[in-house]
Every structure is written in C-alpha cells, then in structure tokens.
T-cell receptor, first 112, second 109 residues
C-alpha cells in the first residue's frame, strides 16, 4: 500500500518569505501526484498535479509553483508568501489507472 | 466535471444507521462514484466507490440508483468517529478528485 510523507507538519512564515513543502511517496512507482489546499473554513482546492517527472499541470493561477524532481517526490514552493497562502496543504497520490487516492497528513501553513 | 448536490449537514445518533444522499444528474457513463470523508484536521480518506452496482466494504455501503443520477452512502451503525465531512465525487479512473462542499455529519452519543 502507498504511504505519503509530508513535511513540515506545521510552519509559521512571515509575508514575503519563501516556502518549500515536500511530499514523498513509498510503496508505488510512477504515481500521479497532487497538491491540494484547504483555506480555513473552505473546501479542498486542487492546485497542481503531475503524471511524471518534470510534468506539472497547474489548476489555478497563483503565487505557488510545483516541481517533481524524482518519481516519488513532489515539492510545492513559493518565492514570496502572501497572507492568502495560509492554509492546510495536502499531497495525494494515485496510480494512473487506480480509483483510489491516498492523502498525506498535511502541512499547516500560517503566514503572518 | 459532473456537478453534485449534497445536504450541507446531517445529524445522527450513535449506533443508528446513516444515509447520506448525493445527486449527480450530469454524471458521464465512465465516471465512477467516489465517496471520501475528512475528519477534523486530517486529510481526506477513501470510503468507497462504485460504477453501477451497489457496493459494500468494511466501512460502508454504496447504493447507486439505476439511472446513476444519484447515490446514497450508508453507514450501518454510526460511531462518534464517523463525524466528518463526506464528499461524493464522480470521477474517471486516474484523474484528480474535485471536491465540492460535502455533507458535514454530526454524531451524538
């Protein structure tokens, strides 16, 4: 079965600072990887998805970017954080033909 | 993406069955019907999915209407741990999950 590791679990960052959230996956090869964000009191929003190394699709134009340097590594970044970037960031994983997505435990970001 | 309609909230008592409805009248023929739930401060977790036939697993049952325009997630005996937001999501295999607002289920002892 797939296991997703996300870190850091929580972080507090000042406005204008950079961001790097990391997601790594165990137990599968060539997975589809996804980044979601959940702002306080809001729904889950798909940010990025990737079907392979170096292949990133963006769902929503924003202050964030994603990269996939290795098969089972997915990174979410920002050069300058905004207050509106605060939220709960979730990485998810699924095989290309699979019906089930597995989610990580999430990274909770507070931008002050 | 198919649009879904779910009640904003539902309440249940412990040990009682819960029927969570979902309308998805614009579902395509190749969309599976997925249910995920999100407990407070956690990521979503898979509950069940189906295409046409009713499905059962250790967590729940899924009843799918014959015309596939609606489905019902059935929790046979609610526990306090079942209090969560439940999402009904039509989806093709291998694609992203697009979450709506879901149904917030409250369970009382």
């Amino acid at each position: 079965s797939q296991t997703i590791h996300q870190w850091p679990a929580t972080l507090v960052q000042p406005v204008g600072s950079p961001l790097s959230l990391e997601c790594t996956v165990e137990g599968t090869s060539n997975p589809n990887l996804y980044w979601y964000r959940q702002a306080a009191g809001r729904g889950l929003q798909l940010l990025f998805y990737s079907v392979g190394i170096g292949q990133i699709s963006s769902e929503v134009p924003q202050n964030l970017s994603a990269s996939r340097p290795q098969d089972r590594q997915f990174i979410l970044s920002s050069k300058k954080l905004l207050l509106s970037d605060s939220g709960f960031y979730l990485c998810a994983c699924g095989s290309s033909g699979a019906n089930v997505l597995t989610f990580g435990a999430g990274s909770r970001l507070t931008v002050l | 993406d198919a649009k879904t309609t779910q009640p904003n909230s539902m309440e249940s008592n412990e040990e009682e069955p819960v029927h969570l409805p979902c309308n998805h009248s614009t579902i395509s023929g190749t969309d599976y019907i997925h249910w995920y739930r999100q407990l407070p401060s956690q990521g979503p977790e898979y509950v069940i999915h189906g295409l046409t036939s009713n499905v059962n697993n250790r967590m729940a049952s899924l009843a799918i209407a014959e015309d596939r325009k609606s489905s019902t997630l059935i929790l046979h005996r609610a526990t306090l741990r079942d209090a969560a937001v439940y999402y009904c999501i039509p989806r093709q295999a291998g694609t992203a999950l697009i979450f709506g607002k879901g149904t917030t289920l409250s369970v009382s002892s």
